[in-house]
């Protein structure tokens, strides 16, 4: 399936604000396009989840690697860095995000990581115009409208998705747990994403691999016809229950016909 046609089936069918996005990870030269480059073209290192706010709300394409990246963690997911002991002990999440620096190294050793095999510059543009098949699509809904994707992810083969929750890292899930899965990811947005990407409070987002556009596509087709659809349709036949000084109005309302008939 054509890039722009599914933006435009996703476009359709689930309505999101603002762009679903299109996002690569290339390990050669970059694909041609107008790409921005943070430390180049800004001045500055940014998050993947700043990267992505960017993309998905301006319409840009970025390309980011170890120069234009400034999350730490990020920058061990993504396979920029060496994970060092300091960082694998569980520093950066206890007293913040753990308890203890035991439950620390269970959080860092929890989140997805690229491989030096695996590791490339991250390529982020709106999938209607990223010019080049991507390796995932991601689009930022609220709730319903994840729901939908999901339905539409379930359409032909039934079944549950299965995805991870930490409240840290939703860059990772995104990028590097949907590459290594091969499986669509209901993705909450970590604490990260809603500080530094401006995230709002009642956006999720869902991320699946390019390989599943077609069957996503024709489930988003599926479910619509059957009627699961966004914006809701909310059953409205039925009839409303008042206050009783509203009843008692009705109510006379009746005795007057009553005694004209």
């Not at 730490?72 to 920029?80: D, E, T």
């Not at 590097?176 to 009642?202: A, M, N, S, W």
């Not at 016809?225 to 509203?246: D, H, Q, S, W």
């Amino acid at each position: 399936m054509e890039m722009a046609k599914l933006a435009e089936t996703i476009e359709k069918y689930v309505r999101p604000d603002t762009f679903p996005l299109g996002i690569t990870v290339v390990k050669e030269k970059l694909p041609e396009g107008k790409w921005k480059r943070p430390f180049r073209d800004f001045g500055v290192t940014l998050t993947i989840c700043q990267a992505i706010t960017m993309s998905r709300r301006y319409g840009w394409s970025l390309a980011m690697g170890d120069e234009d990246l400034s999350c730490p963690i990020a920058k061990v997911a993504f396979g920029f860095k060496e994970s060092l002991p300091y960082y694998e002990e569980g520093t950066l999440a206890c007293g913040m995000y753990t308890e203890t620096m035991e439950a620390g190294r269970n959080a860092e050793a929890a989140v997805p990581k690229f491989s030096e095999a695996e590791r490339g510059t991250v390529v982020v543009g709106p999938l209607a115009r990223i010019g080049h098949e991507p390796d995932l699509v991601l689009v930022y809904g609220n709730s319903a409208q994840v729901m939908r994707l999901v339905a539409a992810a379930l359409y032909k083969r039934g079944g549950s998705l299965t995805s991870h929750f930490s409240a840290r890292a939703d860059c990772a899930d995104i990028v590097v747990r949907t590459k290594q899965t091969g499986e669509p990811q209901v993705i909450l947005p970590c604490y990260g994403d809603r500080v530094f990407g401006q995230t709002h409070d009642q956006e999720m987002a869902f991320s699946f691999p390019y390989a599943w556009a077609q069957e996503i596509a024709e489930g988003l087709a599926g479910t619509h016809k059957g009627g699961v659809r966004y914006p809701i349709p909310t059953f409205l036949r039925y009839e409303a229950a008042f206050p009783a000084t509203y009843e008692r109005m009705n109510q006379m309302w009746k005795e007057m016909e009553n005694e004209t008939t």
